[in-house]
């Protein structure tokens, strides 16, 4: 019984965590001129954490799908956290998404992207790091 508690305070924690690292990844791709256009999309096929329009110097405009992976330290291993089983899922949910919300492919350029949120308890420094992930 105990074991079950201290289980569900962790994943409650780690859960509270997440959250706050998306919200923190949200700002933070508003300072850099996304518009964010959903959060936390679910679907049986993935789920995407940030779904934002960017704009990208050659392509203009781009419809962002966005995993963001939060930690209380830099160990590099946040970016290894998104591995091609759950860059597969997020693909999935991006297609779905296109499809319920009628973007028009032929049209619309897609980008698929990871933030990592650091946040330093000791200082309450929050950093972040931002990859392009593979299209397919």
Sequence with gaps: QIKNFASTVAKTQKRALGDWGEEQASLFLVRQGYEIIERNFVTRRGDVDIIAWGNDPRLGRVLCFIEVKTRTRDDGFEEYATNWE???????????????????????????EHISVYANRENGAVSFKKYILPAY
Aim: charged share 30%; proline share 0%.
């Design 86 to 112: 759950k860059i597969q899922r997020i693909h999935r949910a991006a297609e779905y998404y296109c499809y319920v919300r009628n973007v028009t492919l032929d049209e619309t350029f897609i980008r698929f």
